[in-house]
């Protein structure tokens, strides 16, 4: 509600849902008709906790804080290889965990090489 919550960072906020978590599950399928591996990568953008699941692996973003205040932090994941001259299915989850706050940007792009992104497959 907007005249309680002020201050630099009011935009930054979101209500929590409602105590319960939000899970995303995604299936891509990929094809590469490059000559070169390829890998499929997921960049996140959120003030909240957080968690990625591919393969059964699990990562948690955490969110950065400017003293108690959540700020946006953004993570980007490495999800697969996407091998030449083949179609790959690569399928993550992505969960908002119980009453935290909502508010997430995304975006799944492809690189040649891995740079940045932390690999979870």
Same mark, same amino acid.
């Given at each position: 509600?907007e005249?309680?919550i002020?201050g630099?960072y009011?935009?930054l906020?979101?209500?929590?849902?409602?105590n319960y978590?939000?899970v995303?599950?995604y299936?891509?399928?990929?094809? +590469?008709t490059?000559?070169?591996?390829?890998?499929?990568?997921?960049?996140?953008?959120?003030?909240a906790?957080?968690?990625i699941?591919c393969n #059964?692996?699990?990562r948690?973003s955490?969110p950065?804080?400017?003293? +108690?205040i959540?700020?946006k932090?953004?993570?980007?994941?490495?999800?697969?290889?996407?091998e030449p001259?083949t179609?790959?299915?690569?399928?993550?989850?992505?969960v908002l965990?119980?009453?935290?706050?909502?508010?997430v940007g995304?975006?799944?792009?492809i690189?040649? #090489?891995?740079?940045?992104?932390?690999?979870i497959?």
């Open positions: 509600y005249p309680n002020q630099a009011s935009n906020l979101a209500v929590s849902l409602g978590g939000v995303e599950k299936r891509i399928n990929v094809k +590469n490059g000559n070169k591996p390829r890998y499929l990568c997921y960049e996140m953008e959120a003030i906790h957080m968690v699941e #059964g692996k699990y948690i955490y950065e804080k400017d003293g +108690n959540p700020m932090n953004k993570r980007r994941y490495a999800l697969g290889v996407i001259n179609t790959t299915t690569i399928e993550f989850s992505v965990p119980t009453a935290d706050q909502a508010g995304n975006r799944l792009y690189r040649d #090489g891995l740079g940045e992104e932390v690999a497959y």
